[in-house]
């Protein structure tokens, strides 16, 4: 069976500094890997996705993903954290039938 | 561009009452869900449709109903509401199965408590 895993719950970061959120997988096949982010009381938003090709996947706001096949890792990425940044993060991917969405992680940036 | 829009934004249902959300789209997308988000727990799919007069089970179904008569809509009954479908529900839509690398495109929210 296909699996998408975010291992964090929560993952906190100071206000300028790195960020990583990190996503596994288990799908037969090619994977297609999304990173989704959800506001408070929001609806969910796409940010990137990884289809085929370059490994390294830029998207909105200045994040960034690293596909990696051999870790079967999908890892969100930002050099710099805002605070802004703060909110729940959905990886998500498969390769046949419907999406598969891990459980979140909630993002806190402190100034 | 409005994308997917839901209504209601908020509701509040008692036991075994029966209601529907409203979901439509006008991004002329082929395919179109219904997901429930409980804490802690992501997005569980209860319905999708790949197409108007087509729409299937997805891992949460029970205690649900859809219907797709049009490629805009996509409405989901609640049929006697009880306490475990309380719940924020998102519907979304894509232009071909996300799988494939289509990307979903999401909703607002409706947030549903039933008491």
């Known amino acids: 069976a296909q699996s998408v895993a975010q291992p964090e719950d929560q993952v906190n970061v100071a206000e300028g500094n790195p960020l990583t959120v990190k996503c596994t997988y288990s799908?037969?096949?090619?994977?297609?890997l999304f990173w989704y982010v959800q506001y408070p009381n929001r609806g969910l938003q796409f940010l990137l996705k990884y289809i085929t090709g370059d490994n390294l996947v830029k998207g909105s706001y200045g994040f960034e993903a690293e596909f990696n096949k051999s870790q079967t890792s999908f890892h969100l990425k930002k050099p710099s954290a805002l605070v802004s940044d703060s909110a729940l993060y959905f990886c998500?991917?498969?390769?046949?039938?419907?999406?598969?969405f891990g459980k979140g992680t909630k993002l806190s940036v402190k100034p | 561009n409005a994308g997917v829009t839901q209504t209601p934004k908020f509701r509040i249902l008692k036991i075994g009452q029966s209601m529907t959300l409203q979901c439509t789209q006008d991004m002329n997308h082929n395919y179109m869900y219904w997901y429930r988000q409980d804490p802690g727990m992501g997005l569980k799919l209860i319905y999708y449709?790949?197409?108007?007069?087509?729409?299937d089970k997805g891992e949460v179904p029970n205690g649900y109903n859809v219907s797709r008569s049009t490629t805009e809509d996509f409405p989901l009954r609640l049929e006697l509401a009880a306490p475990s479908q309380t719940s924020v529900y998102f519907c979304?839509?894509?232009?071909?199965?996300?799988?494939?690398?289509?990307?979903?495109?999401f909703g607002e929210g409706s947030w549903l408590t039933v008491v």
């Open positions: 998500a991917g498969g390769s046949q039938g419907n999406l598969i």
């Open positions: 449709s790949v197409g108007a007069g087509i729409t």
């Open positions: 799908v037969s096949g090619n994977p297609y």
């Open positions: 979304a839509s894509s232009y071909s199965y996300a799988s494939s690398g289509n990307t979903i495109y």
